[in-house]
């Protein structure tokens, strides 16, 4: 099984990779470009020495008829000595100085002997050739490649009185050339090296920061995958954006677990919970009718008990059902309809239980139309729940109220309200979560606990919102709705036109 390496391997391996690029490419670029100064200024140079020594030449052979094979006492023979020797000692060069019939001068042939690349290249016929250039008055400057390097020869005439009567002929070996330039090469080489390791070294730390955090998340997510939820990475608020958001989004997505690892056992605490005090009595009162412990006169009685029991578990498992296809998202058949006849037809729905705690029920809006867009059977739902809610909770002779108003041209407000016990201010927060009221509210047996959090969930699903106000006596609930465009009378006034 291959062995997958780190993300810092990866990003380390390509820093290096780059940075040795760059490097090198800086240093070969610095090198060549100095080392092409280093050469013409070389050769620029042997020219000089070569129109100088040509100048003192001319001065000796204007004083005579040829030029002398040695030198001699006079100061400027001693001066083209002094020259001569200063070209070998500088540049390892040796030099040829010949006039219009032949005659020569060499000065520091011995050279040649010294530099094995020089006298590999010394031809006696190649010279005479460039020196015959030279005495028509041309100027050569030539390179030529050797197993050592490159060798430079420089030829200039020997000018006297405007007229060529001689020429000078210097070659040099490679390696004074090399060395020109070979100590800048060797300084720039280990600059480069030097600053390799410095940004290696600060490459490897800031990729060491940059994936600290994510070997922190593995192994907090094998934590979570292994059912601890709720645990947290650090946060570096100094490090990279990008992984400051993944750090903040990750501890966002282990405590949104955590919530629903809790939801999750609460939930099944409470249809546990809300399951089996049903099925205990529905239990304990056919044992009692079977086994003879329940009069026969009552019987009817307990089994009407035990029918009313069934009753409950059922519309507690079709509550799970309804809020189990909100959240999977359930699609919406979205139509238009007039909301005050939606809540007329369900407020006649609920008038026995009204009436059975003798509640009287105002319906605040005008007789004309308002037309919504929305699922109608989702919004009588939510009616339904609302108003069974306010009969539930609002004792006898109380008062029950429904308004309807339009927030804005887009929108239309519904709210139910009654002046019942109302809803005490630290359960507020939570009336809208599943079993609440059956269970933290401490009103179990009125109801399932389910009925307010199917209404938010058809409501978020129609992207409305609703809200609860309760002042310790009386609770209001508020939903929005979208309005339609135009109405119904529009539409028809529109279409006979």
């Keep these: ?11 380390m391996g390509v820093n290096v990779i780059i940075m040795l690029l760059c490097f090198a490419l800086l240093f070969g670029a610095a090198y060549f470009t100095i080392r092409d100064i280093q050469i013409n200024n070389r050769v620029a140079a042997l020219k000089g020495q070569a129109y100088d020594i040509a100048e003192l030449a001319g001065s000796v052979m204007s004083q005579q008829n040829n030029l002398l094979l040695s030198f001699g ?3 400027v023979k001693r001066l083209l000595e002094q020259k001569t020797r200063r070209l070998y000692e500088d540049y390892s060069a040796y030099c040829l100085v010949v006039d219009r019939s032949g005659q020569g001068s060499s000065y520091f042939l011995s050279i040649l002997d010294e530099h094995q690349e020089l006298k590999t290249t010394f031809d006696a016929e190649s010279i005479a050739t460039m020196l015959q250039k030279v005495l028509e008055g041309n100027e050569i400057v030539t390179q030529m490649e050797s197993s050592s390097g490159p060798m430079f020869t420089v030829a200039v005439p020997l000018v006297y009185a405007q007229r060529v009567i001689g020429g000078v002929y210097i070659q ?7 060395q020109a330039y070979r100590g800048l090469g060797i300084t720039i080489g280990l600059s480069a090296v030097a600053l390799f390791v410095l940004a290696a070294v600060i490459s490897w730390r800031f990729n060491k920061k940059l994936t600290e955090p994510l070997r922190e998340m ?3 997510s094998r934590d979570v995958a292994a059912g601890h939820f709720g645990q947290t990475v650090s946060i570096d608020e100094s490090g990279a954006r990008e992984m400051t958001d993944l750090s903040v989004a990750f501890n966002l997505m282990s405590n949104q677990l955590a919530e629903t690892e809790q939801v999750r056992r609460d939930f099944i605490a409470n249809v546990s919970h809300e399951l089996s005090s049903p099925i205990t009595n529905i239990q304990g009162f056919i044992a009692g009718v079977l086994d003879g412990t329940i009069a026969s006169n009552d019987t009817e009685k307990y089994l009407g008990i035990a029918l009313d029991e069934t009753k409950r578990i059922s519309k507690l498992v079709s509550g799970l059902l309804n809020l189990s296809k ?16 939606l809540i007329r037809l369900v407020s006649i729905t609920m008038m026995s239980a009204m009436e059975a705690k003798k509640h009287e029920l105002f319906l605040n809006f005008h007789e004309e139309p308002l037309y919504v867009s929305a699922d109608r059977d989702k919004i009588e739902q939510v009616l339904i729940n609302l108003l069974d809610n306010a009969v539930k909770y609002t004792p006898e002779y109380g008062q029950i109220s429904v308004l309807t108003r339009e927030i804005d041209d887009r929108t239309v407000s519904v709210t139910i309200k009654d002046n019942g016990i109302g809803i005490l201010p630290e359960d507020i927060p939570h009336v809208f979560e599943r079993f609440y009221m059956a269970e933290k509210a401490h009103t179990s047996g009125k109801g399932t606990g389910l009925g307010l959090a199917i209404c938010r ?6 992207g409305q919102q609703i809200t609860v106000a309760s ?3 009386g609770t209001a609930f508020e939903f929005t709705l979208n309005k339609e465009k135009a109405s119904r009378k529009d539409r028809e006034t529109n279409h006979a036109d």
């Excluded at 040099?172 to 090399?178: E, G, L, Y």
């Excluded at 909100?326 to 006849?341: C, N, R, Y």
């Design 172 to 178: 040099t070996a490679a390696q004074s050339v090399h």
């Design 471 to 473: 002042a310790g006596e």
């Design 73 to 75: 006492t006079s100061p």
């Design 1 to 11: 099984m291959l062995k997958h390496r780190s993300t810092f391997f990866y990003m």
């Design 326 to 341: 909100m959240e999977s998202g359930q699609a919406l058949s979205i139509t238009s309809f007039d909301i005050h006849e």
């Design 218 to 220: 593995a192994k907090v």
């Design 457 to 462: 969930r058809i409501l978020e699903n129609h």
